[in-house]
């Protein structure tokens, strides 16, 4: 589940990964996860504020802004590591919300960003075309961005957010469900 052993049919079962702290992120995550739905409320939060901060930015940010941010969505392929990502992930959207121009809506969201890392990592380790999708409308975010268009910038980032949300969501109902079941059996 944590995606610490890779079976290949026909071919074994082999580790592909023991670092301790993607085991300790992803093990305590679930122990969040199942013990309350504070998680839930904070991606709830951030999917209010943050697509409003995005707006914001698009009149305060100009050519080195955009540029800036095309070169954090190039930072990071569908290769990378899912630490990569999620620091990929957590730069692009400070960049964004700091261009928003007002100081207690970037440290509302920076606090909220930094509390969802975790779910953030369990969703790379877990789903698959995170990474893809997460590149993909990351430069829609910027395309738009670009083109001065605020109110598609503010909808796309609600999509983002959205996307990891509902994500969880599912991830969470079917735990349960298994659960459910497990002690049924």
């Known amino acids: 589940m944590i995606r610490v052993l890779d079976v ?21 995550f679930v122990v ?28 305060h940010l100009d050519a080195d802004g955009i540029a800036g941010l095309r070169a954090e969505v190039a930072s990071v392929t569908e290769e990378s590591s899912v630490e ?12 964004i919300v700091d261009r928003a121009g007002n100081s207690y809506v970037s440290a509302l969201i920076e606090s909220l960003s930094g509390s969802t890392a975790r779910a953030r990592i369990w969703r790379g380790l ?13 430069s829609e975010i910027v395309d738009a961005l670009e083109a001065g268009d605020a109110r598609l910038a503010e909808t796309l980032a609600a999509a983002h957010i ?12 079917a735990e349960s469900s298994d659960a459910v079941t497990d002690a049924t059996s």
């Open 32 to 59: 969040d996860l199942h013990s309350s739905d504070s998680v839930l409320e904070l991606f709830e939060a951030r999917r209010i504020l943050e697509p409003a901060a995005t707006a914001m930015a698009t009149t």
């Open 8 to 28: 290949r049919r026909g071919d074994g079962t082999y580790v592909t990964s023991l670092e301790p702290n993607l085991l300790l992120e992803a093990m305590t």
């Open 162 to 173: 959205y996307g990891v949300e509902q994500w969880l969501r599912q991830w969470r109902d």
């Open 126 to 138: 877990t789903q698959a075309n995170a990474a893809s999708r997460t590149i993909t409308e990351h």
């Open 84 to 95: 990569d990502l999620v620091s990929h992930d957590i730069r692009f959207h400070a960049r």
